[in-house]
């Protein structure tokens, strides 16, 4: 644990991300990205969602979209980070870590762009 913890402060831990102001104007099918980056927001129709939830997801889309818009494949990169937030579960726990450490968002969009198995648990 001690090896590990070195590794984990230098990749993981950073400085908590800024947001930018970015729109969907990239994505090659707009209507549907923001649809998806809705259904991010909102959830399942079938879930509550709630409120603590949607404001951290405001304060992570931008810099989420930030990152996918440096994609091979900004559009199926959204729809691989969809489906890995929907298998994953805990949509605020996880939120809440990518806004809070940007160094793993962008190894989970970077993951995500090169894998179209990584969405998947």
Excluded: C
């Excluded at 908590?16 to 809705?38: C, G, H, N, W, Y």
């Excluded at 605020?92 to 806004?99: G, H, Y």
Aim: glycine content about 4%.
């Amino acid at each position: 644990m001690g090896s590990v913890r070195p590794i984990f402060q230098r990749i993981i831990s950073g400085s908590p991300a800024q947001p930018v102001k970015i729109t969907v104007e990239f994505f090659k099918d707009a209507k549907r990205a923001e649809k998806s980056l809705r259904e991010l927001e909102r959830g399942a129709t079938s879930f509550h969602v709630a409120t603590r939830t949607r404001q951290i997801f405001q304060r992570l889309r931008p810099i989420l979209l930030d990152w996918i818009a440096k994609t091979a494949d900004p559009d199926a990169t959204l729809n691989q980070f969809l489906r890995f937030v929907e298998s994953y579960g805990l949509r605020s726990l996880l939120f809440e870590l990518l806004v809070t450490n940007p160094k793993l968002l962008e190894l989970v969009v970077k993951t995500l762009d090169a894998s179209r198995f990584a969405g998947i648990f």
